[in-house]
């Protein structure tokens, strides 16, 4: 498995995971915080996404963590 984070036509940030075939098996959709890491287990069932967002002269940091 493997994953990459690009942005979407209607979102901030897309993040999809692909199996071991290159089929996408998993979309994670942001409108509003921008990915800055993303990682995938070895087993293809965990995704974490770290995003980041700035909110009224603040940031606003999260790490997401998905069953794929």
Do not use: C, R
Request: charged share 15%; hydrophobic share 40%.
């Amino acid at each position: 498995s493997y994953v990459l984070a690009t942005s979407g036509e209607d979102d901030v940030a897309l993040v999809t995971v692909y199996d071991k075939n290159n089929t996408a098996i998993y979309q994670y959709h942001s409108s509003s915080y921008y990915v800055s890491s993303v990682s995938v287990s070895k087993n293809g069932k965990n995704l974490a996404v770290a995003v980041v967002s700035a909110k009224q002269a603040s940031f606003d940091s999260k790490v997401l963590l998905f069953n794929v």
